[in-house]
């Protein structure tokens, strides 16, 4: 695994919360949380299979 | 691994400890999946070195006319440890103490039951001397 995938997350992280901000301040609450969560779920799916790849060498490696 | 590979882990380290820094403030669920990935990241950079020291102990064990079942338990052991270790601190650094202290009861009984029939042998060897 590279470093630049922690910077993707980390922009995605800021951009996010950059966005929340601004549309809290607008007064469009429901339209920021729906973008926190998208966010959230975007990043989820590659911190996942990150995951899966790590479980994956981890069960090579030590035989489980 | 050679020196150049730990210089390259530290760096990725500090560049991540900077970046979880700054994602968290804003956006701690966010910072809680930086964690997760700057920690997976180091151990996917470590494992090329952990296999070779797995394969230098096999071949001692081998020399030494050790049981590899019994060594193939203690690698599995290792394993599920580096595991456990890892889910149950990014728990601990999510605020989650309760959840982290289940993961590591998991993992304990999952490590009871490898080493299960290590302790049957050695109570029948017991039994055995008596």
Not at chain 2, 41 to 63: M, N, P
Not at chain 2, 105 to 122: C, E, F, Q, Y
Request: proline fraction near 1%.
């Amino acid at each position: 695994m590279s470093i630049d995938i922690l910077f993707k997350i980390a922009g995605i992280g800021i951009l996010v919360a950059v966005l929340n901000q601004v549309l809290s301040k607008a007064g469009r609450e429901d339209q920021a949380m729906l973008i926190s969560i998208t966010g959230l779920v975007i990043v989820l799916m590659m911190v996942v299979k990150e995951i899966s790849g790590l479980f994956d060498t981890v069960r090579t490696t030590f035989g489980l | 691994m050679n020196n150049l590979d730990i210089f390259k882990i530290l760096a990725f380290a500090l560049v991540a400890l900077v970046l979880i820094l700054i994602v968290e403030k804003n956006n701690k669920e966010m910072g809680v999946l930086l964690i997760l990935l700057a920690s997976i990241g180091i151990l996917v950079g470590v494992f090329s070195s952990i296999k070779e020291v797995i394969t230098i102990l096999k071949k001692l064990a081998d020399g030494a006319g050790i049981n590899s079942k019994y060594l193939s338990i203690i690698i599995k052991v290792t394993g599920i440890a580096y595991l456990v270790e890892i889910v149950k601190n990014v728990c601990v650094d999510a605020g989650n103490s309760s959840l982290a202290t289940k993961v590591e009861l998991a993992g304990k009984l999952s490590i009871a039951i490898l080493t299960i029939p290590l302790i049957t042998n050695v109570i029948s060897l017991v039994e055995g001397l008596v």
